[in-house]
């Protein structure tokens, strides 16, 4: 397969020649890596890294490969062949993750090259989807088509994932490091939670440049980011990057890993950092490193909007179960008679963000009918058709149906993010997965959910915090508490503009009880709401108080 | 240990010597510490002179003696810990030092093209190396899509084309 049976509107970037043969030069890299690795030339010390930074994990049970969708942007060609990846070498599943990427977690090794070539034929990878170097940039998954966008940062995340890509001075870490950037003033991708976290936007001539947040992450210490620059000029983009990796490669913190990330740096240092990346700005060759605006063009032109046509927004058909899913699912687009369409990967009881190689292969297939042949993926684990007429909202929710793909709890209480927990992971201390499982399914009646609103909730298997838990409305944490499972809850968290850390409120429930303490604060925040409020506005307004009473008081 | 430069392996003819050490004839390679302390006994020398950066040093701590020396070895206490990348850098880029830059320590063929891509101009490796595993590492992949100190030849976009060996 190649560029020529792509779906000709799909504003994804197109490789070139040059961009095909560093593939296939990284992926004769890795083979001579294996090489040695089999005849003793590498330790497994020496080779681990190597190895992750092609995206290779070693988890419970098997290899886990986590193969890179940059920025969550995927055309129906990649989409596909990854069903037939998910058939041919997992267990005819794939799992998308909150980083916007897609992992195989039944891998066995000696299939890894086949899969890298079989990726390759469609211009993708694993590069750097692991290790401690520049991670997949995230953006927001309505890039293009949003009506509140300012900048669209699918051209400034293919720019740094370029720059970033075996960066000669930055793939050796002291942690790994992700980027986030929006182009829209409403954060939908948790910039502030970010290693660096960059909102574009414009001045008042019309100019592009970029505020910039650094040191924000979640995992055992959650931080909020410090913001280092409100304006920093698109020419000097990536230079301003730079300073900042120099400064965290130079500084950040070796010898112990739980302190490595950016964010302890920036959190110790407060201003200074600041002014050390301000003294490493001012100081380097800045011509060096100037981002041309020819340069910035050809590559913007490759998410050029597609051909839409001139169309008038219009009323949706009456058919109810229809109308509820369109209530959930669809989203204002900047065009006239277009929409932007979510499509929920968390069935009642399923296992959050997984989907399997038919459901790929039929989101493909809708994607080339209806919206161009482009795909998003959602950092919560879900899916979107970004490009969507109006008109055809109708039948593409029957194909959906048919693909059951058409779950309509988009932003409701079984909207559930979930990391793998220990059902997959070595590190976890609890099971995660069952436990969404099981809340989706205490809530599976719809009317209830809609009735209960826009309601966040996260789960982490370990402190490591990969199912964000911190920033959710409700934020559920797996503890091994003397060999028995524990589940701890916080409450008011929050990834976008009012980014927030959830509090813990109180001490933790076991795997049985769980499920009944998220009963619990439900009823306690309906009973408490006013018109219109969501369960994170009730809390913010009451606090804990409340809740905890509801929770802890004796019965 | 031998040495490793344009791919070639090739004796070591400098010396490191500890602080406390008396001064050899030839080329010397000492620690910062001793460089701060007996910068004019050393510059009154007449042989060449080298300085070992430990991995915490920040290349403005050197810069004051960079005219006096031939020689800054950085070091990788492990294959992982790549802060030399970011010493060697500077050196070229912000203090514009011209002589050899050498990476010592746990160096991995596979970090060959980038130590080379920040400015690096020979690497100390273990008496059984095959450089043949280095240059093929560093042959493998040309195409780079960032600004270094090599010499590389502009492609379109930010591409370049690596002509490292
Ligand atoms: C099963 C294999 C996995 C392992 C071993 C793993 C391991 C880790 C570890 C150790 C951290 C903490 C890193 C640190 O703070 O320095 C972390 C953070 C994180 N992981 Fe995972 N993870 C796994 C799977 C996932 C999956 C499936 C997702 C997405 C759904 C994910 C998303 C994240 C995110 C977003 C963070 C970031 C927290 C932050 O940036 O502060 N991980 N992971
Ligand atoms: S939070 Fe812990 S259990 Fe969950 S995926 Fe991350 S490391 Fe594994």
């Given at each position: 397969?190649?560029?020529?049976t792509?779906p000709?509107h799909?504003?994804?970037y197109?490789?070139?020649?040059?961009?095909?043969e560093?593939?296939?030069?990284?992926?004769a890299?890795?083979?001579?890596?294996?090489?040695?690795r089999?005849?003793?030339?590498?330790?497994?010390?020496?080779f681990?890294?190597l190895?992750l930074?092609?995206?290779?994990?070693?988890?419970l049970?098997a290899?886990?490969?986590r193969i890179a969708?940059?920025?969550g942007?995927?055309?129906?060609?990649?989409?596909?062949?990854?069903g037939?990846?998910?058939?041919?070498?997992?267990?005819?599943f794939?799992?998308?993750?909150?980083?916007?990427?897609?992992?195989?977690?039944?891998?066995?090794?000696?299939?890894?090259?086949?899969?890298l070539?079989?990726?390759?034929?469609?211009?993708?990878?694993?590069?750097?989807?692991?290790?401690?170097?520049?991670?997949?940039t995230?953006?927001?998954?309505?890039?293009?088509a949003?009506?509140?966008?300012?900048?669209?940062?699918?051209?400034y995340?293919?720019?740094?994932?370029?720059?970033s890509t075996?960066?000669p001075?930055?793939?050796?870490?002291?942690?790994?490091f992700?980027?986030a950037?929006?182009?829209?003033?409403h954060?939908r991708?948790?910039?502030?939670?970010?290693?660096?976290?960059v909102?574009?936007k414009?001045?008042?001539?019309?100019?592009v440049?970029?505020e910039?947040?650094?040191?924000?992450?979640?995992?055992?210490?959650?931080?909020i980011?410090r913001?280092?620059r409100?304006?920093?000029?698109?020419?000097?983009f990536?230079a301003?990057?730079?300073?900042?990796?120099?400064v965290?490669?130079a500084l950040?913190?070796?010898?112990?890993?739980?302190?490595?990330r950016?964010?302890?740096?920036?959190?110790?240092?407060?201003?200074?950092f600041?002014?050390?990346?301000?003294?490493?700005?001012?100081?380097?060759p800045?011509?060096?490193y100037?981002l041309?605006?020819?340069i910035?063009?050809?590559?913007?032109?490759?998410?050029?909007?597609?051909?839409?046509?001139?169309l008038?927004?219009?009323?949706?058909?009456?058919?109810?179960?229809?109308?509820?899913?369109?209530?959930?699912s669809?989203?204002?687009?900047?065009?006239?008679?277009?929409?932007?369409?979510?499509?929920?990967?968390?069935?009642?009881?399923?296992?959050p963000?997984?989907?399997?190689?038919?459901?790929?292969?039929?989101?493909?297939?809708l994607a080339?009918?209806h919206?161009?042949?482009?795909?998003?993926?959602?950092?919560?684990?879900n899916?979107v058709?970004?490009h969507?007429?109006?008109e055809?909202?109708?039948?593409?929710?029957?194909?959906?149906?048919?693909?059951?793909?058409a779950t309509?709890?988009?932003?409701?209480?079984?909207?559930?993010?979930?990391?793998?927990?220990?059902?997959?992971?070595?590190?976890a201390?609890?099971?995660s997965?069952?436990?969404?499982?099981?809340?989706s399914?205490?809530?599976?009646?719809?009317?209830?959910?809609?009735?209960i609103?826009?309601?966040?909730?996260?789960?982490?298997?370990?402190?490591?915090?990969?199912?964000?838990?911190?920033v959710?409305h409700?934020?559920?944490?797996?503890?091994?508490?003397?060999?028995?499972?524990?589940?701890?809850?916080?409450?008011?968290?929050?990834?976008?503009?009012?980014?927030?850390?959830?509090?813990l409120i109180g001490?933790?429930f076991s795997?049985?009880?769980?499920?009944?303490?998220?009963?619990t604060?439900?009823?306690?925040?309906?009973?408490h709401?006013?018109?219109?409020e969501r369960?994170?506005?009730?809390?913010?307004?009451l606090g804990?108080?409340?809740?905890?009473?509801a929770?802890?008081?004796?019965? | 240990?031998?040495?490793?430069?344009?791919?070639?392996?090739?004796?070591?003819?400098?010396?490191?010597?500890?602080?406390?050490a008396?001064?050899?004839?030839?080329?010397?390679?000492?620690?910062?510490?001793?460089l701060r302390?007996e910068?004019d006994a050393l510059a009154g020398?007449?042989?060449?002179?080298g300085v070992a950066?430990?991995?915490?040093?920040?290349?403005?701590?050197?810069?004051?003696?960079?005219?006096?020396?031939?020689l800054?070895?950085v070091?990788?206490?492990?294959?992982?810990?790549?802060?030399?990348?970011t010493?060697i850098?500077?050196l070229?880029?912000?203090?514009?030092?011209?002589?050899?830059?050498?990476a010592?320590?746990?160096?991995?063929?596979?970090?060959?093209?980038m130590?080379?891509?920040c400015?690096?101009t020979?690497?100390?490796?273990?008496?059984s190396t095959?450089?043949?595993?280095?240059t093929?590492?560093?042959?493998?992949?040309?195409?780079?899509y960032?600004?270094?100190q090599?010499?590389?030849r502009p492609?379109?976009?930010l591409?370049?084309?690596?002509e490292?060996?």
């Amino acid at each position: 397969m190649n560029a020529l049976t792509y779906p000709p509107h799909a504003r994804t970037y197109r490789y070139d020649e040059i961009d095909r043969e560093f593939l296939q030069e990284r992926i004769a890299e890795f083979r001579g890596q294996v090489e040695r690795r089999l005849k003793g030339e590498l330790t497994e010390d020496e080779f681990k890294p190597l190895r992750l930074m092609n995206g290779l994990y070693l988890q419970l049970h098997a290899y886990m490969l986590r193969i890179a969708i940059p920025y969550g942007l995927l055309n129906s060609a990649q989409l596909r062949q990854l069903g037939r990846i998910a058939r041919r070498w997992d267990r005819g599943f794939g799992h998308f993750t909150t980083r916007q990427n897609i992992q195989f977690n039944w891998t066995r090794l000696e299939d890894v090259p086949a899969m890298l070539e079989a990726l390759a034929e469609v211009d993708m990878h694993a590069i750097q989807t692991s290790g401690n170097c520049i991670r997949n940039t995230t953006t927001d998954e309505y890039a293009g088509a949003s009506p509140d966008e300012v900048v669209d940062p699918r051209v400034y995340a293919e720019i740094l994932r370029q720059w970033s890509t075996l960066h000669p001075e930055f793939t050796w870490l002291p942690r790994k490091f992700k980027i986030a950037i929006t182009g829209s003033p409403h954060d939908r991708v948790a910039a502030q939670v970010h290693d660096v976290g960059v909102l574009a936007k414009r001045n008042a001539r019309g100019e592009v440049g970029f505020e910039v947040y650094a040191g924000g992450g979640l995992g055992r210490t959650p931080i909020i980011a410090r913001k280092l620059r409100d304006w920093v000029p698109e020419a000097e983009f990536l230079a301003y990057m730079e300073a900042v990796l120099r400064v965290y490669n130079a500084l950040g913190q070796r010898d112990n890993i739980y302190k490595a990330r950016i964010k302890i740096l920036v959190r110790d240092l407060g201003a200074e950092f600041t002014q050390m990346v301000e003294r490493e700005y001012e100081r380097m060759p800045r011509d060096k490193y100037r981002l041309d605006p020819e340069i910035v063009a050809a590559i913007g032109a490759h998410f050029a909007p597609p051909p839409f046509a001139a169309l008038q927004d219009q009323p949706l058909p009456e058919d109810r179960e229809f109308r509820a899913w369109a209530a959930a699912s669809i989203r204002a687009h900047k065009q006239p008679g277009y929409a932007s369409v979510t499509i929920s990967l968390k069935p009642i009881g399923g296992i959050p963000g997984d989907a399997s190689a038919d459901q790929m292969e039929a989101v493909a297939d809708l994607a080339e009918r209806h919206s161009f042949g482009e795909i998003r993926v959602t950092h919560v684990q879900n899916l979107v058709l970004p490009h969507v007429r109006q008109e055809d909202l109708f039948t593409l929710w029957q194909g959906l149906r048919a693909a059951g793909l058409a779950t309509p709890n988009i932003g409701l209480i079984s909207d559930i993010i979930a990391c793998p927990g220990m059902d997959y992971c070595a590190l976890a201390t609890a099971r995660s997965i069952p436990i969404a499982q099981q809340i989706s399914e205490r809530f599976a009646d719809l009317d209830r959910q809609h009735a209960i609103g826009e309601c966040f909730i996260n789960i982490s298997g370990c402190i490591n915090a990969c199912g964000h838990h911190h920033v959710a409305h409700i934020g559920i944490l797996g503890v091994d508490k003397r060999g028995e499972e524990v589940y701890q809850i916080t409450l008011g968290g929050s990834a976008t503009n009012d980014a927030s850390i959830g509090e813990l409120i109180g001490p933790a429930f076991s795997y049985d009880t769980i499920v009944d303490a998220v009963e619990t604060l439900i009823a306690t925040y309906v009973a408490h709401r006013t018109a219109g409020e969501r369960f994170i506005d009730t809390y913010r307004r009451l606090g804990a108080a409340p809740f905890k009473e509801a929770l802890y008081a004796p019965a | 240990m031998p040495l490793l430069e344009d791919g070639r392996l090739r004796p070591d003819d400098w010396t490191s010597i500890e602080d406390e050490a008396p001064l050899p004839e030839g080329p010397a390679i000492v620690s910062l510490a001793r460089l701060r302390a007996e910068a004019d006994a050393l510059a009154g020398r007449n042989a060449p002179l080298g300085v070992a950066l430990s991995p915490e040093t920040q290349p403005e701590e050197v810069a004051p003696f960079l005219d006096r020396l031939a020689l800054v070895a950085v070091c990788l206490p492990k294959s992982k810990d790549g802060r030399a990348f970011t010493q060697i850098r500077a050196l070229r880029e912000h203090h514009g030092f011209t002589g050899e830059i050498r990476a010592t320590g746990h160096v991995l063929p596979d970090q060959y093209a980038m130590l080379l891509r920040c400015g690096v101009t020979t690497v100390e490796v273990p008496e059984s190396t095959d450089p043949a595993t280095w240059t093929r590492s560093r042959d493998t992949i040309r195409i780079a899509y960032q600004a270094a100190q090599s010499a590389d030849r502009p492609l379109s976009l930010l591409r370049r084309k690596l002509e490292l060996a």
